[in-house]
């Protein structure tokens, strides 16, 4: 079991820059990779980034490419996601997710390749 915990959501204008983290307790041997997602209302979740526990290899959503970096402490068992030059277009909850294995693929933007989910903090960019 493992358990993640979301925070640093917020208000801020367009421009500006949040810095959301997500602490990993629990079984987190087991965690393989990290990812983070967003959901708009009325949107299917979407995948942002996604970091390697070994390595470090990051990956990245084409929206958010140059903006966010995404990034962890081993051990602190810590995930972030610097967000900079943030769109109203980024309003949405942003989840953490941890999932314990790929499997054959070298990245994985589907949410279904996940196996435990933060609650999800809000951001929201205001024109």
């Known amino acids: 079991q493992v358990q993640l915990v979301e925070s640093g959501g917020g208000l801020v204008q367009a421009g500006g820059s949040l810095r959301l983290s997500c602490a990993a307790s629990g079984r987190t041997f087991s965690s393989y990779a990290m990812g983070w997602f967003r959901q708009a209302p009325g949107k299917e979740r979407e995948f942002v980034a996604a970091v390697r526990w070994s390595g470090g290899r990051t990956f990245y959503a084409d929206s958010v490419k140059g903006r966010f970096t995404i990034s962890r402490d081993n051990a602190k068992n810590t995930v972030y996601l610097q967000m900079n030059t943030l769109k109203p277009e980024d309003t949405a909850v942003y989840y953490c997710?941890?999932?314990?294995?790929?499997?054959?693929?070298?990245?994985?933007?589907?949410?279904?390749?996940?196996?435990?989910w933060g609650q999800g903090t809000q951001v929201t960019v205001s024109s």
């Open positions: 997710a941890s999932s314990l294995n790929w499997g054959v693929t070298i990245s994985s933007d589907r949410p279904d390749k996940y196996d435990y």
